[in-house]
Nanobody, 118 residues
């Protein structure tokens, strides 16, 4: 059973930075494609980006330049580095895992709250 646990959320002032972490347990981490999503109050879940087991990244256009996804396969952890944060980045941030060849992200973390104050 795959389990994902996010950490690193919190309250930050506009212009600040946060790094979110997501640890995967229960399976071989390196085979999974990992994604980051967020959901703001009253809005649909938004795709931020993903990273393959080999470290290839793909970002939503709106995220390019401020957000960076990386992973450490030795630590079974994927990261989301967020810089120049804005109040509109306030949301619950989720990581998700997708098996190779699968069409969807089948495994999700519980989410971590990020609040950006103006």
């Amino acid at each position: 059973q795959v389990q994902l646990v996010e950490s690193g959320g919190g309250l930050v002032q506009a212009g600040g930075s946060l790094r979110l972490s997501c640890a995967l347990s229960g399976r071989t981490f390196s085979i999974y494609l990992m994604g980051w999503f967020r959901q703001a109050p009253g809005k649909e879940k938004e795709f931020l980006g993903l990273i393959s087991g080999g470290g290839v990244t793909n970002y939503a256009d709106s995220m390019k330049g401020r957000f960076t996804i990386s992973r450490d396969n030795a630590k079974n952890t994927v990261y989301l580095q967020m810089n120049s944060l804005k109040p509109e980045d306030t949301a619950v941030y989720y990581c998700a895992a997708r098996r190779p060849g699968a069409a969807e992200f089948a495994y999700w973390g519980q989410g971590t709250q990020v609040t950006v104050s103006s």
